[in-house]
């Protein structure tokens, strides 16, 4: 299996640089780091939230933690919680659970990029699939998924959401 069609089209369709990187199939964002031999720190993971009645995608360090409360006042909702597999498989149903791009856009989802990752020059995220990743600028993904960038990050050891 490929990185989701769905971004392998709209990446092609925008000639966007891109490299997809291959690894033996992980399932958490350390194990993928891992497997890439990349830093946690510049791997980035999306997790999907709810807030309110309307989901939201985040993307941060993969090292990092969404911070909840941040985020709620950042997002002015009343309730903010993570989304449940059962919610996120429907919401992406052409990926693997826990490994959607951060192309929340192509999904009619609103985008939040922690400001840490707008720091960097490049961003590797996850392809849709438990067995790709994708390699690009940051710069290119930002025009792309047009994210709005907020902090809302807590640094974590357990690797938790």
């Known amino acids: 299996m490929a990185i989701s069609q769905r971004l392998k089209d709209y990446l092609d369709s925008r000639h966007a640089h891109y490299q997809v990187l291959y690894h033996e199939a992980a399932y958490t964002a350390p194990a993928v780091a891992h497997a890439l031999h990349v830093p946690g720190k510049e791997l980035a993971k999306v997790v999907i939230l709810k807030v309110d009645e309307k989901f939201v995608m985040t993307v941060l360090p993969s090292t990092w933690s969404v911070d909840l409360s941040r985020l709620r006042a950042v ?17 992406f149903p052409d990926c693997e659970i826990g490994s959607m791009s951060p192309f929340g856009n192509l999904y009619g989802l609103q985008v939040y990029v922690d400001q840490s990752l707008a720091q960097d020059e490049e961003i590797v995220f996850q392809g849709g699939t438990t067995h790709e990743a ?28």
């Open 75 to 91: 997002l002015q909702g009343d309730e903010v919680r993570l989304a449940t597999e059962e919610e996120i498989g429907a919401l």
């Open 134 to 161: 994708v390699r690009m600028r940051y710069q290119d993904f930002a025009a792309l998924a047009r994210p709005t960038v907020e902090q809302f990050h807590q640094p974590t050891l357990n690797m938790g959401f």
